[in-house]
Every structure is written in C-alpha cells, then in structure tokens.
C-alpha cells in the first residue's frame, strides 16, 4: 500500500516557475514508477511526465517537455516536478501516481496506475 501526498501548487503569473513535490509512504518507494498527471476543469486527466523506479527512464507529455522536469529522491521518498515557463494552459489540478513494475512504455497511461494523491491546484493567470 502506497500513500500519495502533493504540494507545492498555487497562483502564479504566465512565464513564471513552480515546483510540485509529491511525498510517499510504504517501505519500497525506489520500486514504484511515478508519474504526474493533471486536469483541468470540464477536461479529461492527461499525462505530464513520468519518471521510473530507479529514475533513469523518464516520460514527458509533447506539451510539456522543454519547460517540465521531473525527477525523484527515493531517499526521501518523494517526486518531483519542476514546472517552468508556465501558461495558462497549464491551469489544473496536478496528481502523482504509483505503479510498480517495468511496462515503462505504460507509464503515460492513467489506467496502469495503481495508487493516487488528492492532487494540488495550479492556476497560471495575470
């Protein structure tokens, strides 16, 4: 059993930077495959980025990738996902999945997740 925890969300202006963090519990943490999803109001939750148990296999949705890092401290048991040049399109609600196991080209998919956050709000406005 796996328990997500997200922070790090809120208001901030187009251009400007933010740095999700998602802490875990359990005994295995190096194990599980994370990954980052987010939705949007009236929308479906899409993928963000992915990051694997030892973190050396990393995923990045096309909208994303250039301006989102992810990456994790299995040592402290936590991902996380620096977001830079942010938009208004990335206005959502941001969630952290887990999963174990090596299907690392599942890692987009929502469905393969077996454990979830609650999430954290981020709203890019001026």
């Known amino acids: 059993q796996v328990q997500l925890v997200e922070s790090g969300g809120g208001l901030v202006q187009p251009g400007d930077s933010l740095s999700l963090s998602c802490a875990a519990s359990g005994r295995t943490f190096s194990s599980y495959n994370m990954g980052w999803f987010r939705q949007a109001p009236g929308k479906e939750r899409e993928f963000v980025a992915a990051?694997?148990?030892?973190?050396?296999?990393?995923r990045y949705a096309d909208s994303v990738r250039g301006r989102f890092t992810i990456s994790r401290d299995n040592a402290k048991k936590t991902v996380y996902l620096q977001m830079n040049s942010l938009e208004r399109e990335d206005t959502a609600v941001y969630f952290c999945?887990?999963?174990?196991?090596?299907?690392?080209?599942?890692?987009?998919?929502?469905?393969?997740?077996?454990?979830w956050g609650q999430g954290t709000q981020v709203t890019v406005s001026s």
């Open positions: 999945a887990a999963r174990q196991g090596t299907e690392y080209g599942m890692m987009p998919a929502p469905d393969w997740y077996d454990y």
């Open positions: 990051i694997s148990g030892s973190g050396g296999s990393k």
